[in-house]
């Protein structure tokens, strides 16, 4: 198992020297899943720093002074860094996250499957199959199966208001924060690529007016990389992540 999990970590180092030309000083693991014993993989590999889940840095031993909001250091010299809760409650909740808007695109139909099967029969697959075709008529509407139909403008709209709402929180967020710590506050917002465009059909429209309103508006906060984060602040408490994981039963 040492040696399965040591290959895949030197399967994604290569493959990301491969599209980016350099090597990673970073990775998230899979399912932001951590394990101490990963430590000397990832230093033989050159990899600095982690992205884990909340809870690896919240129970870490010693507790961390500042949370998920700084980087801690393990005694084997990986950085960690810790998804941030309520920038993730707000994209990821089933129940409040942002791509459960009502006015948003519905996945879930597809006229693969909606539309009469003589008429599109000859569209989908050679034994007659149905298919997601990828064209999709109706939004979300509700915890209903009565679908209306999307409307572009209602959901640009619901798009650009949640984009201005997870400005306006981090700024609230990062404010209040930043009382109590001796290094600016980072909020770690990981997301997996598949929800922006896949999933959440409008996600890739929300990230371009987000980083509009960072780039243009009046903004006491800047876009950082991990990276960037502990070149500038090389400083951190050592600690050792707890086990973790975002997947089945979390660890």
């Known amino acids: 198992m040492k040696k399965l999990s040591e290959h895949k970590l030197q ?3 290569q493959t990301y020297e491969k599209y980016l030309g350099r090597k990673p000083r970073g990775i998230w693991l899979p399912e932001c899943g951590y394990v ?23 129970y870490a031993n010693p507790i961390p002074v500042y949370g998920t909001f700084a980087p801690i250091v393990s005694p084997e010299g990986v950085a960690a860094f810790g998804r941030d809760l309520e920038s993730s409650r707000q994209v990821w909740s089933s129940i ?24 599109i029969k000859p569209y989908i697959t050679h034994d007659g199959v149905r298919v997601n075709t990828g064209i999709k008529y109706h939004r979300i ?9 999307y409307n572009v403008r209602w ?13 306006d929180s981090r700024e609230k967020q990062i404010s209040n924060l930043a009382k109590f710590m001796h290094t600016p506050p980072i ?5 997996d690529a598949e929800l922006f ?5 409008e996600g890739p429209y ?38 973790s994981s975002w997947g089945a039963n979390r660890i």
């Open 11 to 13: 399967f994604g180092v």
């Open 36 to 58: 101490p014993e990963a430590d000397k993989y990832l230093k033989e590999f050159g990899i600095e720093y982690i992205i884990t889940e909340s809870h690896g840095i919240l």
């Open 96 to 119: 409040s996250g942002y791509p459960g808007d009502y006015n948003y695109r519905e996945f879930y139909r597809d006229i693969g499957y909606d539309a009469d099967y003589e008429y």
């Open 141 to 149: 509407t509700g915890k209903t199966e009565n679908k209306d139909l």
């Open 155 to 167: 959901a640009m709209d619901s798009a650009e208001k949640q984009a201005g709402h997870f400005f």
């Open 187 to 191: 909020i770690l917002c990981p997301y």
């Open 197 to 201: 465009g896949h999933w959440w059909y």
């Open 206 to 243: 929300w990230l371009y007016v987000l980083f509009k309103k960072i780039y243009y508006d009046k903004c006491d906060f800047k876009l950082i990389t991990p990276s960037e984060y502990i070149d500038k602040f090389p400083e951190m408490q050592e600690c050792t992540p707890c086990r």
